[in-house]
């Protein structure tokens, strides 16, 4: 399968988990998404691992990449999932779109990648998108504050650093499965001890009928986003790969259209932003 079909998966079904978390966050809270989401991956991604052989022989730099970044994605976790239940899943989705710039710089610095002129457009035209996206929040959203947006815009940083990090250590190894256990397992060992050094009311763990559904669906589609992208960037190059993979503004503004019609309204500037998005992508596409 070709990267860039894998990374366009990757944005179909992270979209979807934003979405999903959306529903879910109506009767609960980010770190209780975030809990499941990190359960959910390592029951699946472990045991995958076992059915396949096991463990694998890996390069040790590898093996300390990939634990870092899983920090890293506890992080994200939770910076994208308090995004999405401040300002919603389309708005949220817009913001973190930023990534593949972070990705292309990262790449071409450390990576030595000479990304084709229309790729570096097509990145431009993904971010573009994001000023229309994000305007006039505080006329559509209840409480909204400034500083919510970067809350998604810090999840895009991280993400940004990650795919980099990532690409090396596939690069020295090339276990996708394995490494996203590992990522799952560190990011599992972080949410344990941010329950037990930062407790807080604000913070805490809701059980509700109406979340759990969601919330499993969440875990299970970040997974599959999870596995997704590792693969494509096991045979793929950053600069193309990232900016198909930030195409899920446009699956989540059309999962927020159907499914989330009572909590997120979807407006011109919307339709205008993701377009560009959507514009960005085939330019990707194209010079690829």
């Known amino acids: 399968m070709r990267a860039q079909t894998l990374a366009l998966l990757t944005s179909i079904f992270y979209a979807t988990t934003l979405v999903s978390a959306r529903r879910g966050l109506k009767y609960s809270t980010p770190l209780t998404v975030t809990s499941v989401s990190v359960l959910v991956q390592n029951v699946l991604l472990w045991t995958g691992v076992f059915l396949t052989g096991g ?3 890996v390069a040790p730099t590898a093996l300390w990449l990939f634990a870092l970044v899983g920090v890293t994605q506890f992080c994200v976790r939770m910076f994208s999932y308090t995004g999405v239940d401040k300002i919603g899943a389309s708005r949220s989705s817009a913001l973190q779109s930023v990534s593949p710039i972070v990705s292309t710089i990262i790449a071409m610095i450390f990576l030595h990648e000479r990304p084709h002129a ?3 457009v097509g990145t431009a035209l993904v971010v573009g998108g994001i000023a229309l996206l994000s305007g006039r929040a505080k006329r559509h959203i209840v409480g909204f504050r400034w500083w919510h947006l970067l809350l998604p815009l810090a999840a895009a940083c991280l993400t940004g650093t990650n795919q980099p990090i990532r690409r090396y250590a596939l690069s020295l190894s090339s276990e996708p499965l394995f490494f996203a ?3 799952g397992g560190v990011s599992l060992l972080c949410l344990l001890l941010f ?3 930062f407790p807080s009311k604000r913070r ?3 059980w509700t009928d109406g979340a759990l559904g969601p919330f499993v669906l969440t875990g299970l589609a970040e997974t599959l986003s999870i596995i997704f992208i590792i693969t494509a960037l096991s045979v793929g190059t950053v600069s193309v790969i990232a900016p198909i ?3 899920y503004p446009l699956w ?9 019609r009572d909590t997120e309204k979807i407006t011109l500037m919307t339709v205008v932003g993701t377009l560009s998005v959507v514009a960005g992508t085939g330019a990707v596409i194209l010079f690829s």
């Not at 989540?252 to 989330?260: N, R, S, V």
């Open 204 to 206: 805490r763990l809701v």
């Open 245 to 247: 993979a930030t195409t």
């Open 252 to 260: 989540a503004m059309i999962g927020a259209a159907i499914f989330l």
């Open 55 to 57: 463990i694998p022989r």
């Open 195 to 197: 329950l037990a050094f």
């Open 118 to 120: 229309g790729v570096l």
């Open 181 to 183: 256990a590992v990522m």
